[in-house]
């Protein structure tokens, strides 16, 4: 299933995209794509509503974020071996961890606002893997269990806030509208293989990333159940795993950054694509 989410900020209704590619309306049957609608059972109930039998939603629609009630928004720190080497970095002997706030998310096609002070923001696209059942020290081979589906994912990053300005690289990822999700959660059943997607970005029409989740250096099983070691995760929580190459601060020989105006397109095999405009904060 392709769940999600419609309607203004805030007031966004869940639905699903039908076989037919039409939006339909799950507000009657369902309270959010959150919480124990996420869980195996939650899921097994929405599929078994006969998506003809819902409402159609017309019109332009505003997609917002395919996922509500998102407790931690968790991100995965140059686990791209190509990326790595861009970035100057060492392959690391485990996963590197930090968070983004959950304030950051938005929907996919909202704009992308560049913050007060900022020289230097850049974009990721990224596979999500959104949590679907309670994951408490995991293994590997029971941590697919725990996962309810994927979606695409910019982790938009101001490298001064990230790297120049001490601490965590939280600074530089949790500006508001940092964490554009959707446009659909793609139910885990639905991707045959996380870990042999395409994925891509472009700006202004200009090829900037252009991989493949086949270069990731831990995998979404792997990752699953590292990180329930460290804390429990939860239905609703996300978890980005990394970008591929072609990063604006990995351009040779003079990085690259998002000005007003411009447009991103990103998008992963089977998961959708994302369009955002960049606007200066007010
Ligand atoms: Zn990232």
Redesign the pocket.
């Known amino acids: 299933m392709k769940l999600l989410r419609f309607g203004a900020p805030g007031a966004e209704k869940p639905g699903l995209m039908g076989p037919d590619g039409r939006i339909r309306d799950l507000s009657a049957h369902v309270t959010d794509i959150a919480g124990e609608w996420l869980t195996p059972d939650g899921l097994a109930r929405i599929a078994a509503i006969d998506p003809a039998s819902l409402p159609v939603v017309d019109g332009p629609v505003r997609y917002g974020p395919c996922v509500a009630g998102t407790g931690k928004f968790i ?3 140059l ?1 791209y071996a190509d990326h790595a080497a861009e970035t100057g970095a060492k392959i690391p002997e485990e996963p590197i961890l930090f968070m983004k706030a959950t304030s950051a998310i938005t929907g996919p096609n909202d704009p992308v606002i560049i913050p007060r002070g900022s020289e230097k923001t850049d974009w ?1 696209v ?1 596979l999500g893997v959104v949590i679907g059942k309670v994951a408490r020290y995991v293994t590997e081979d029971a941590a697919m269990d725990h996962v309810a589906g994927y979606c695409v ?1 910019n ?1 938009v ?1 101001e490298r001064a806030f990230q790297t120049e300005r001490g601490g965590q690289w939280t600074k530089g ?1 949790s500006a508001d509208s940092f964490g554009p999700i959707g446009p659909w959660l793609v139910t885990r059943d639905e991707v045959a293989d996380p870990q042999n997607l395409k994925m891509w970005l472009t700006v202004d029409g200009v090829s900037r990333q252009d991989g493949s989740s086949k270069t990731m250096i831990f995998g979404v099983r792997t990752l699953v159940s590292y990180i329930s070691q460290f804390m429990s995760l939860h239905p609703g929580d996300i978890i ?4 591929p190459p072609g990063v604006g601060m990995g351009i040779k020989p003079t990085p690259v950054y998002l000005r007003p105006g411009q447009e991103i397109r990103l998008g992963i095999e089977g998961l959708g694509e994302q369009t955002q405009t960049t606007v200066a904060a007010e």
């Open positions: 991100c995965v720190g686990n990721e990224e994912i982790d990053s990822k980005s795993t990394g970008t």
